[in-house]
Every structure is written in C-alpha cells, then in structure tokens.
C-alpha cells in the first residue's frame, strides 16, 4: 500500500492472520488524511465482527474517553452515545437491538451490575442505575455533595458496591452502596473513600475493573501503568511502564478482566491491546488495532473493543 509516498508493509507470524478493517485516503474533517486500520490475529481467528452506526447517530468523540463499554451476562453490548444522550444495545453479532434514552444528561462511563442492571455515570457528577431495558431504577446525585469528576465505574461484587474513580490530580478510589427497591428512588450521593487506597501511589487514575477475587485494577493514566488493590482497598502492586515495547503501555485507556483472571488493557497510544496475568506479568499482545479505548468480555469468550473512531470490534476468540 502507498500512501503519501511512502509504502507500508504489514508481515506477521506464520501462525497468525492479518485482518484488514478498513482503509480510507483522502479527506476527512480534520484535513487530508490516509491510513490503514488492522488487527493482527492468531491464525485460527479467521472471523470477527466490527460495526459503527452512522457517525450523526453515535458520536464517542467529543468527550472524555471516547465513551464507554459493558457487556450483560447474555452477551448484549452497550455502547454510550454522549452526543445524542442514550445508550444503544447491540448483539453479539453487531446487530442493533434497541436504545434508551438518558435524557438531558451524557452518558460518560458504564458497568454493569447485580441481576444485570446497568450503572451509568452521566456528565461526571451524577450516577444512575437502569434495567438493561432502559428503565431508571435509581438515581443518586453527587453534584451536590462533590465537585469532582467521576472517571470510572465497576461493580463490586462480593461487597455488592459500587466502586468508582473520582477527582482529576490525585484521582480517590470511593464507593457508593447501592439500595435496592422495587420503585425509582433518588438520593443524595453518598461516597466514601476506598479504605486503604491513598494519593502516595496515585497520578490520575480513570477506567477500573474488578476480578472474581474481588482485587480492584485501576489505570494510571498518565504514569502508563495499571495499580491494584485487594478487595479491601490495600495497595498491592502495579504493573506495565511508559513505553512501546513489550508490556509496555502508552496512553492506556480500558480494561477488563477475562473469565481466566488475565488482565486485559486498551493501550490506545500503542494502537494495541495488551494481556497480562493478574500478577502483572506480561502475556502477549492480543491485537493492534488503531486507538482502541474500551475493552470488555462476553459470557462465551468473546472480547469486545470500542476505539476512538466509534468502531466497535467482536473477536469471537482471543
């Protein structure tokens, strides 16, 4: 391929696979433009699934991280349209299943939850839990009680919390216990600090996830690595560098934990997402795609990946 004079050449292992997602050259919004978006796959993926609605009907580009991921235990995909305040669903297979609104409020980060009940964060400030249907079970208000940016949401569940990241430079991990009624409810918002979580370790952290163990894994932003913490809040370790080589991460900016423990990361300045064990010990690459930016697994292996461009990519196996 020849673009802007200069040819670009793709090689992988004899036991992998090259997938062409798509190519493009000329002009685009921002300017002339050219470039190539692949994955590289082992060789016995030779199927996966990528998807975008018409970019005026899904727009993750104008705030925060690009939008934001979660899969249901029964394989549906949610992805947040900020712009157009809702959420859309989606199939395993891509297919648009339906959307709900969020009214007058973005959508900026989302998780799932107990009986697979969705926690959105909208605007930063506030939190609201929904039936995967789009109904509003709750809604809580922290705009009152904080002036921080609430990055990162996750479900906490052997402590049935909700475990979220908040505040810019140092960023707190805090928790908000969730209530559960059988009519809508509003309340204040309640959050506190995570015990044995403090600033000394943090820079800015943003997109948490939580493993079967209940140990909290949050991404170090700026410090291109990821920290983890026990179910209780006490620091562990951290893991993964400022750089381009292997286990190395640069701008990382989602993650999630597979069925298998391993750690899962969207290294979006890499265009890469990277595998590591629970311990932090680097596994593979699991696929270079350009800016991924949300990761998240399906029930039957699947992994799921959202990307600055508002594609969404199904890899069937990984």
């Known amino acids: 391929m020849t673009c802007a004079k200069e040819t670009l050449q793709l090689s992988c292992a004899a036991n992998e696979l090259i997938v062409i997602e798509d190519i493009f050259y000329g002009r685009r919004e921002n300017g002339p433009r050219c470039g190539l978006f692949y994955s ?5 993926v030779k199927k996966n ?4 609605k018409d970019p005026r009907q899904l727009d993750t580009s104008d705030t925060w991280e690009w939008g934001a991921l979660a899969v249901s235990s029964t394989n549906e995909i949610f992805v947040t349209d900020e712009r157009n305040k809702r959420i859309q669903v989606f199939s395993m297979k891509g297919v648009f299943i339906h959307s709900f609104s969020t009214r007058d409020l973005k959508p900026v980060a989302i998780s799932t939850g107990r009986n697979d009940t969705l926690w959105v964060i909208l605007e930063g400030y506030d939190i609201q839990q929904h039936s995967k249907e789009g109904h509003v079970l709750a809604k809580f208000t922290c705009s009152s009680t904080s002036k921080e940016i609430i990055y990162g949401i996750a ?3 052997l402590s ?4 979220l990241t908040q505040g810019a430079w140092p960023t707190e991990i805090v928790w908000l216990s969730p209530t559960y009624t059988t009519t809508p409810t509003s309340a204040t918002c309640n959050l506190n600090r995570l015990s044995g979580t403090g600033s000394d370790e943090i820079s800015n952290k943003q997109s948490i996830t939580i493993d079967m163990k209940g140990n909290i894994y949050v991404i170090d932003k700026y410090e291109a690595r990821i920290l983890k913490y026990g179910e209780n809040g006490v620091y562990l370790t951290s893991f993964g560098s400022p750089g381009s080589g292997a286990g190395n991460l640069n701008n990382p900016s989602g993650i999630c934990v597979d069925s298998l423990g391993r750690v899962i990361v969207a290294d979006a300045g890499n265009s890469r997402v990277e595998m590591f064990t629970a ?3 680097h596994i593979r690459t699991v696929a270079y795609m350009q800016k991924p930016r949300h990761v998240a697994t399906g029930g039957e292996g699947q992994l799921v990946v ?3 461009e508002s594609f969404v990519t199904i890899f069937p196996k990984y």
């Open 306 to 308: 959202l990307n600055q």
């Open 160 to 163: 049935d919390r909700i475990i």
């Open 40 to 44: 590289v796959l082992p060789a016995e």
């Open 49 to 52: 699934v990528t998807f975008q």
């Open 279 to 281: 311990k932090g010990e």
């Open 155 to 157: 479900w906490h569940e």
